[in-house]
């Protein structure tokens, strides 16, 4: 899993609260079990029209927004089902993290363990963050999660909040597997001490 330490980008609008997952990435694309290749379905429905062609007026669309890494999005992100295609689509579109007032608990989970961060922030940030983000390329935020803060386009610092063992493994790009395999040579020594038992 890719590390995350700091990250800068113009953040991208979604004025939308109850963004579930279906919304994130349609039930229609759930076939597959790879990571890679969901870019192109995230927010297919709004993204596109009946006949395919894109929705100029869908915000990731529009051209300051293409290649946003950062989403500022309206309340309860990533509510409905538990799909772990959700977080897998956002991060093959290059979104690395997601700033809202609330997220859905499995949603949130579901983030750290693919390498997305997301920030939970106060309704008023929130706001602020939205302003910040409606003016497109003109403006960039920078999010350091060691110092665990957002730096907006005027020099105005907000903090956040992160459980430090998720802080950890984000810094570190540690997901389930990482972090088995950080215990390895302990799993070693023991098994050959089992082992060694067995033969007693």
């Known amino acids: 899993m890719q590390p995350f330490t ?15 997952t279906d919304m994130i990435i349609p039930k229609q694309y759930l076939k597959t079990i790879k990571r890679t290749g969901l870019g192109t379905a995230l927010f297919a429905e709004a993204r596109y029209k009946e006949d395919g062609s894109e929705n100029p007026d869908f915000v990731l669309n529009q051209p300051a927004y293409r290649k946003s890494e950062i989403l500022v999005a309206g309340d309860n992100f ?33 983030c750290f363990k693919n390498g997305i961060l997301p920030i939970v922030v106060k309704p008023e940030d929130l706001e602020k ?31 956040f909040d992160i459980d430090p063992f998720r802080k950890h493994c984000l810094l570190n790009g540690l997901d ?25």
């Open 78 to 110: 990533g509510c409905g089902s538990s799909r772990e295609h959700a977080p897998w689509a956002l991060l093959d579109f290059g979104i690395r993290c997601v700033i809202s007032t609330s997220f859905a608990d499995i949603f949130y989970n579901n």
């Open 129 to 159: 963050l939205f302003d910040d983000a409606d003016r497109g390329s003109n403006a960039t935020l920078t999010v350091d999660l060691e110092k665990q803060e957002i730096k907006g386009p005027d020099g105005g610092t907000l903090k």
């Open 6 to 20: 700091t990250l800068t980008s113009t953040p991208a609008p979604l004025k939308v609260v109850n963004v579930d």
């Open 176 to 200: 389930d597997i990482g972090l088995t395999m950080e215990k390895a040579p302990a799993i070693d020594a023991f098994e050959k001490k089992i082992a060694g038992r067995a033969w007693a």
